[in-house]
Nanobody
Framework: QVQVAESGGGSVQAGGSLRLSCAASERTFRVPTLAWFRQAPGKEREFVAVVNWNGGSTKYADSVKGRFTISRDNAKNTVFLQMNSLKPEDTAVYYC?????????????????WGQGTQVTVSS
């Protein structure tokens, strides 16, 4: 069973930055596709960003393009989400997800393993 664990959440004022990290318990070939999703109170879980096995392909939600950057360090089985110019509407629980397939996807149901989530709160 693959385990993923997020860290790095917290509270920040609008315009600030945070960096989330997610460590996977398995090597890249087991979970080649890694992604971030988020869920705000009363809303459905939504896609944020995804990176393929070697970091060469990424995809972002329109709401975070130009502000968030996803990257990975395969030597450490870790994926990162650098969040800049944060807005109050970015407030949510952020989840790391891992997929056993090499195909990049932005649908929560396509992911096999999930972390417990980390809270990000942006105040105005």
């Amino acid at each position: 069973q693959v385990q993923v664990a997020e860290s790095g959440g917290g509270s920040v004022q609008a315009g600030g930055s945070l960096r989330l990290s997610c460590a996977a318990s398995e090597r890249t070939f087991r979970v080649p596709t890694l992604a971030w999703f988020r869920q705000a109170p009363g809303k459905e879980r939504e896609f944020v960003a995804v990176v393929n096995w070697n970091g060469g392909s990424t995809k972002y939600a329109d709401s975070v393009k130009g502000r968030f950057t996803i990257s990975r360090d395969n030597a450490k089985n870790t994926v990162f989400l650098q969040m800049n110019s944060l807005k109050p509407e970015d407030t949510a629980v952020y989840y790391c997800a891992a997929r056993s397939s090499y195909n990049v996807r932005d649908i929560p149901g396509e992911y096999d393993y999930w972390g417990q989530g980390t809270q990000v709160t942006v105040s105005s």
